[in-house]
C-alpha cells in the first residue's frame, strides 16, 4: 500500500506542476496533496515528510523519482 500511496502522490504532484506551466488552477492538486501526505504510512522517508510540511513539491518530487 505504501508503494501506491508514493506513486499517487508522485502522480499528483506531477499533474501539479504541468497545470501550473499551462496556468491552470491548481486548487484540486494542493488539497490531494494535503490528504495524501496526512495519510502517508510512518515508514515513508523522514526527508519526504519534511518536505511536503515545508511545502517544497519540487524538493518532494525529486525524491520520489529517486525511489
Known amino acids: 500500500m505504501q508503494i ?5 502522490l508522485r502522480q ?22 494535503n ?9 515513508a522517508p523522514k526527508m519526504l515528510r519534511h518536505y511536503l510540511e515545508r511545502k517544497s513539491y519540487t524538493k518532494a518530487l525529486a525524491l520520489l523519482e529517486t525511489l
Do not use: C, N, W, Y
Request: proline share 3%; glycine share 2%; hydrophobic share 35%.
Open 4 to 8: 501506491d500511496s508514493l506513486s499517487e
Open 12 to 33: 499528483t504532484l506531477e499533474t501539479m506542476f504541468a497545470r501550473i506551466e499551462t496556468g491552470e488552477d491548481i486548487l484540486e492538486q494542493l488539497e490531494h496533496i
Open 35 to 43: 490528504v495524501l501526505h496526512q495519510k502517508l504510512d510512518p515508514t
